[in-house]
């Protein structure tokens, strides 16, 4: 609310003084020395009683007049305090108590009282009841001259008003001061209570014109600029209370009356939307977000009119308004919304409350005009800063579950794509599933919605958004993998989803999804497992028949290579990164299946056949490793391997075949002996030329253990993936 006054001039704050009750003033005039109630019998010899019969017409017209008025401004006042007579009374006879204790005893007889006094009480009571005498400051208006003060009140001619009161006021203190009503207490109190009765009737039409200024009809703004000016004037004759206590000359507090009439007025009007209708009843959010927008058009409307009509009618008096029916409306509006966010159930209806707060009643433009006056001192907060924290508290323990309900019907969702067989699209080259949009959408969505509330609330919603996709990756992959759907668009498909999480979430919210890491590493390699798992069952039974007789004069290894490139067809609607890491393990497969059919071949070469054995594998190695340079496998480590077996298999020269054992074993670090050993049988060198190199083999993977291990070949593992089955050779070899 702050904001959207930022724009005007400070206004000086109004003094804070005890607030008095309001009535509704009536209009019709009272009509001029009516008698008193009943039928009285008026004794000339009971001076006394004929004295209470003429005082009597006062108290009766003042009553039936505020009577008629009530009766008419029933329906927009409210009710009368009956604390304002109380006061009045208390400082009435307390006034009363002094006078007896000063004069003589209050029980001598009225029959002594002058002539003069008696003439100047009936005076007075005819200045109230029907004819007005002169006012303090000189001669009024002639139309003013014959009427009472309660017809003056109910025209609304209330600084003529004031001035008779104020004129009484003053008359009624000079007498008692000259000890007039010594012998007549009950006279003075008849006077004194018809005195405080008017100031009370001025009061409540003060009250009465502010409940009204905002009605559909409004106020005159000259009746605005008269009701400044009374208030002014009754503070200039009241400054202070008397130094005696005398309940007379009391400063009546109009200002503070104006004030509440403000404060009152602005919580009618802000009560009068939607009155009784708590958000439970309205139609979920969007009943209560229709409640807020409707009570946003009266409150702009409301200070609209305030700004433009109200506030210039008091400037001209002197008399600030602006910044009093500013903070009225401010408080009136905490007052509604605290009622609201208590009965708001729920998280679109929580969110709704937090973002009209936040959002719309303190944006700028909320008025729609950039020149209203600041506050002298800033407004508080519309909400407390506890009822504050307990929306966001409550609204976030709604979006948890919500948001576990969105990734429930996002799993749904793609389990009716599995089970309808839908293939995915492809997008800018890449397979893609409607998963990755859903979340995106999802986190995005509430982030960007807490966000516009508070940066706190944004932290929060994206540490709930985290857990919850932390905890759908993993059932997602095992409803997937357990699916009917597993097929390589599918597979490809999650990987590329996997790979978006973990580059634009991560991306977007940069330090805030860290824990979303590991479960999507876990995932991507869920995936890529089970698409090599496929191409392995596709490919494996092509591994059985090399190494054998039928394979040096048959290419049984093209079949092998086809399955490959149709596998590689699938990468290449894979993102780059992951394609890579799933090709190159691909290459990894095709060389270490090869080599484990080597080293366990189904039949024994020897002569010629050994020799063509090798230089099979040496063509084969280069089928393999052009293949895969041509998919784009960065795998080069790899190329070495078979050409080195099949170095060893077809070496004329055996002193050079430690020279290729070398070259295997630093190229590959993760051999074992038992590697080096199938490999010797593969020649029959005799024992103690094996001996020999195999001492040298196990010296060299000593220094390369040593050196680091398989680090030193920068983590590649090839033969320790390599089981090999202790053969009858191996057991002559290693004799």
């Known amino acids: 609310m702050a904001e959207w006054g930022s724009a005007a001039a400070k206004m000086p704050s109004p003094q804070t003084v005890a607030s008095g009750p309001e009535l509704h003033s009536p209009r019709e005039p009272a009509v001029p020395q009516i008698p008193a109630q009943g039928t009285r019998k008026a004794s000339s010899e009971d001076a006394s009683s004929a004295h209470r019969e003429g005082l009597r017409p006062g108290l009766g017209t003042l ?5 008629k008025a009530s009766q008419r401004a029933s329906g927009c006042a409210p009710q009368e305090d009956p604390g304002l007579l109380r006061r009045s009374s208390r400082l009435l006879f307390r006034s009363l108590r002094r006078a007896r204790d000063e004069g003589p005893a209050a029980d001598q007889t009225q029959a002594t009282t002058g002539p003069g006094v008696a003439h100047g009480r009936e005076a007075s009571s005819r200045a109230m009841d029907g004819v007005s005498p002169q006012s303090s400051t000189g001669a009024g208006p002639a139309e003013l001259e014959d009427k009472s003060v309660a017809d003056l009140i109910t025209e609304r001619k209330l600084l003529a008003a004031f001035e008779q009161l104020r004129h009484l006021e003053t008359q009624l203190v000079a007498e008692k001061a000259s000890r007039t009503f010594e012998q007549d207490p009950t ?47 009754e503070e200039e004759a009241h400054p202070e209370p008397p130094a005696d206590g005398d309940f007379l000359c009391t400063p009546r507090h109009w200002r503070q ?12 009007r802000v009560q009068q939307v939607s009155a009784g209708e708590a958000p439970g009843a309205a139609e979920g959010a969007s009943g209560l977000a229709q409640l807020l927008a409707e009570l946003g058009r009266l409150v702009r409307r409301d200070l609209q009119k305030v700004q433009l009509e109200v506030h210039p009618a008091y400037a001209a008096a002197g008399y600030p308004a602006w910044e009093a029916y500013l903070r009225a409306f401010h408080g009136a509006v905490a ?23 936040s959002n719309v009643y303190s944006s700028p433009d909320f008025l729609g005009s950039q020149d209203m006056a600041l506050p002298s001192e800033p407004l508080p907060p519309l909400l407390a800063p506890d009822v504050w924290a307990q929306l966001e508290s409550d609204y976030t323990s709604f979006l948890e579950t919500k948001i576990a309900s969105c990734f429930d019907g996002i799993l749904q969702v793609e389990q009716s794509r599995w089970v309808a067989a839908e293939a995915p699209d492809v997008l800018q080259g890449h397979y893609h599933t409607p998963l990755s949009i859903d979340v995106h959408m999802l986190v995005a969505e509430h982030v960007k919605a807490a966000g516009a509330i508070s940066a706190e609330l944004e932290a929060t919603t994206l540490q709930i958004c985290t857990r919850a996709l932390g905890l759908f990756l993993p059932r997602f992959e095992k409803a997937f993998l357990e699916s009917g759907a597993v097929s390589e668009p599918n597979l490809c498909a999650n990987i590329n989803a996997c790979e978006e999480f973990r580059t634009h979430l991560l991306a977007r919210f940069p330090g805030s999804l860290k824990e979303l890491e590991k ?8 995936f890529q497992k089970r698409l090599l798992q496929g191409l392995q069952g596709d490919v494996q039974p092509l591994f059985k028949v090399l190494c054998t007789k039928a394979w040096l004069t048959q290419d049984v290894l093209q079949p092998l290579l086809d399955k490959v490139v149709a596998f590689a067809g699938h990468l290449e609607h894979v993102v780059p990164p992951r394609a890579q890491e799933t090709l190159q393990e691909v290459h990894r497969y095709v060389v270490r299946e090869y080599l484990a059919q080597a080293l366990r071949p189904r039949e024994r070469f020897r002569g010629v056949e050994r020799v063509s054995g090798s230089q099979k594998m040496g063509l084969d190695a280069q089928a393999i490793g052009n293949t895969f340079q041509g998919l784009g496998s960065e795998a080069a480590w790899l190329g070495r391997a078979i050409p080195c077996v099949a170095d060893i298999l077809g070496e004329t020269y055996k002193d050079d075949i430690r020279r290729h054992l070398e070259t295997l074993i630093r190229s590959y670090p993760d051999i074992r002996r038992d590697h080096v050993l199938a490999i010797l049988a593969l020649r029959r060198l005799g024992h103690r030329r094996n001996q020999h190199l195999l001492t040298h083999a196990q010296d060299l993977l000593r220094a390369v253990a040593k050196a680091g291990g398989p680090g030193a070949a920068g983590g590649h593992v090839l033969f320790e993936e390599i089981e090999v089955p202790t053969s009858m050779d191996v057991l002559i070899t290693c004799i």
């Open 335 to 357: 007052q509604r919304l605290q009622e609201l966010a208590h009965d708001a159930h729920g998280c679109e209806q929580l969110y709704v409350l937090l973002d009209w707060a």
């Open 257 to 268: 009356h104006w004030e509440d009439a403000v404060r009152r007025s602005a919580r009618e």
């Open 187 to 233: 006279g003075f109190a008849r006077r004194a209570m018809d005195l405080c009765l008017h100031y009370d009737g001025l009061a409540a039409e003060i009250g009465a014109i502010v409940l009204e200024t905002l009605g559909p009809d409004g106020v005159d703004a000259a009746v605005l600029a008269e009701l400044a000016r009374v208030v002014r004037a």
């Open 519 to 526: 479960p999507l590493v876990a995932a991507t390699c869920a």
């Open 63 to 67: 009553r039936r007049a505020f009577s």
